[in-house]
């Protein structure tokens, strides 16, 4: 399943994720994640809406290498 380990570091702005080996870290304002040492390009830089952080979804996907999505008129099916 999407089972990820989360913190959040107000200070910083960053989102932790870690899934499977992939440790991940969202900066906002940065237009980039670190995973495992390396960055990764994001399409536009990594924001909170209303305070919950916006993940680009198939960047995800790609990083975890386990996850697919689907996407069906207005649904997205997420496989993990």
Avoid at 53 to 65: F, K, N, S
Wanted: hydrophobic share 35%; glycine share 8%.
């Amino acid at each position: 399943g999407l089972k990820f380990y989360h913190e959040w570091y107000y200070d910083e702005k960053t989102l932790y994720l870690v899934h499977g080996d992939k440790h991940m870290y969202f900066t906002e304002g940065k237009d980039y994640v670190t995973v495992n040492g390396e960055k990764v390009k994001l399409h536009e830089p990594f924001f909170r809406f209303d305070s919950v952080p916006m993940l680009p979804l198939d960047i995800l996907c790609e990083i975890c290498g386990d996850i697919n999505y689907e996407i069906d008129g207005r649904f997205i099916r997420i496989n993990g």
